[in-house]
């Protein structure tokens, strides 16, 4: 309010300085309507004041504290959602973790397997061709004791057409197998 008298003694000092300086000119410096103009300034600013103070300001704090409140509950949110999300990651970081660890057991079991079997089967093998080797050193131990009397044999039979085809006699079978036998134990000692 003193503000106001303050104002109003000032602009009647003004007023008394323009009313002598005045001989005519723009209407806003003629002192007789400055008074006027004063009060429509004052009733003028009073409605915008008013105004401002009960409806625009009060919107315009309604909204900043809204929005105030809107960013709190979104920075919260986030807040949430980060955490969330770093449980999140540990927990598939884990769950990795886990995976990697059960898949080399079970790459370990397989391999372990995979060794046995092929063990057993190496073992199975190697006896089944052992088996087939005695087997065989037998058939060829019993050829090599029979050869010689087959040989004999056959070398006798062999002698016996020779000599028949050769001179056309018939040769005794005895004395060509004496004769074969004789050379074998001749071979044989060498």
Known sequence: M??????????FSVNQIAISAETGGMPQLNP???????FWLVVTFGILLIVLSKFILPNIRNNLEKRKSQIMENIEIADNQKIDSEKNIKEYDRIILDAKVAAKKTFSLAKEKIQLDLTKKKEKIESELNSEIDVVEKEINDLKKSAPEKIGLIAVDTASEIVNKLIGVEVN?????AIVNEQIKL???K
Request: aromatic share 12%.
């Open 2 to 11: 003193k503000k106001i008298i303050i104002y109003l003694l000032a602009l």
């Open 32 to 38: 007789e309507f400055w008074i006027s103009q004063v």
């Open 173 to 177: 079978k005895s004395n060509v197998s």
């Open 187 to 189: 071979l044989g000692d």
